[in-house]
């Protein structure tokens, strides 16, 4: 488990990616709630 190896790079990038996206989303939605009212 030492150096990290291809898999282990993509994976952590998908899961930021992955993280980043839900919290863009979240953000949208809120303050797409928010707009409407």
């Known amino acids: 488990m030492g ?3 291809m898999e ?3 994976e952590s ?3 930021e ?3 980043l996206g839900v919290l863009t989303t979240d953000e ?3 303050s ?3 707009y409407k009212k």
Do not use: A, F
């Open 17 to 19: 990616m992955l993280k």
């Open 28 to 30: 949208n939605e809120k």
């Open 13 to 15: 990038t998908l899961w």
């Open 8 to 10: 282990n790079v993509l």
């Open 32 to 34: 797409g709630r928010e």
């Open 3 to 5: 150096e990290p190896t």
